[in-house]
């Protein structure tokens, strides 16, 4: 039954011929019954092994250890004493890896009460500025123009720098609320992705180091008197990539 | 950070769910295949500095395969069970329950007619038509010739049409 051209229209099927080879394919496949009925066995074998059969993703626990056992190879002196003391994980800055912290963030197991409230009301204010059409108070993509928008209506002014080098977008800042305080937002696109950073004065309510809810990323830093929050749903090493940039910008 | 660690975490990092999806469909076990990846991620990152290639994906796969064979020589194989099919994570769009409910139970059918196709040409098929890689990919991740990998991957599919339209035709004729 299976013609003796079956495993040339397999791989024009896969598209593994040259040009000139599928020209002779399709043309065969005009007039071979048995070729014509074995692509569309192919085609439906495909739509139903892309469609219908589970694609396995890594789970965040075992990104945490492959990124905590990688760490652990270029870093063997980690810091771990500290684990526990919260303003270690603030004090960080620029220089630590983002890796590292994901890496301990994610293994750490006991977060207060307090802490899962700010994560709730930060991933409510994502979501909010999603479906609101309140995403943006200041439309811009220049940094000059969006961070002393802030000195006028917010009572921090982080800093609202363009990366033009990297993926992520500047969309521009606006206002919003945190768990009663208020927060600057600046607003970056990475893809199809909406990231937004939180800023708020330091030593307010206590903020989650690195959390996921339902798919949505929170990272929180502490630079200066600046306590700072990116929420998104892209992946978490493109989230933790832009804060590192963020780092080195307040640095 | 260290310049070897950035340039891993930026190259071969965003592959990390093509290796943990091979390797699950190669051990057929969540436990085991976080193992392996985790193995595997460890033994790219110490081998990163040597790797002269421009397709890390490939490279990667090749090391989880490598990774799944060692740790399988020292373990007898899995049987298949019906938890195969079974994959809480997986969650339909279609809002209908009752079309949620008939696609969860054909995805778990599905998922348990691949686990079912023997290790050879189930790797093939995951290689080809999950993470789209070419034959010559595909040849130098299991280390097979290309004519190999072409007869396999037929197989393969032809076993998967044929166990599924199995499934399909004894359900009709449960039915009549
Ligand atoms: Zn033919």
Redesign the pocket.
Known sequence: ML????QR?QAYFDGELESGESVVIEQ??VH?G??AA?IRDLQSTRDALREQVSYYAASDRLRGRVMQSIGGESAPQPKRRLLSDRHFWWGIGAGFAPAAIAAALLVTVNTPASTDQMAADLLNAHLRSLVSNHLIDVASSDQHTVKPWFAGHADVSPPAVDFPQSDYRLVGGRVDYVNGHRAAVVVYRHGAHVINVFAWPGDAEAAPQLTTHNGYHIACWRSGDLESCAVSDTAIDELLALTQLLKNSQG | MDEKRRKFEMQALPHLDAAYNFARWLTRSPVEAEDIVQEAMLRAFRSFDGFRGTDVKPWLLTIVRNCFITSHDRKPDLPVSEADGADPAFTDAAPDPEAVAISADHVRKLNLLVATIPGEFREVLILREMEDLSYRDIARITGTPIGTVMSRLARARAMLKEAWLDRVEGARNAVQ
């Open positions: 013609c003796n051209e079956a229209v065969h496949l071979c048995a070729c074995l």
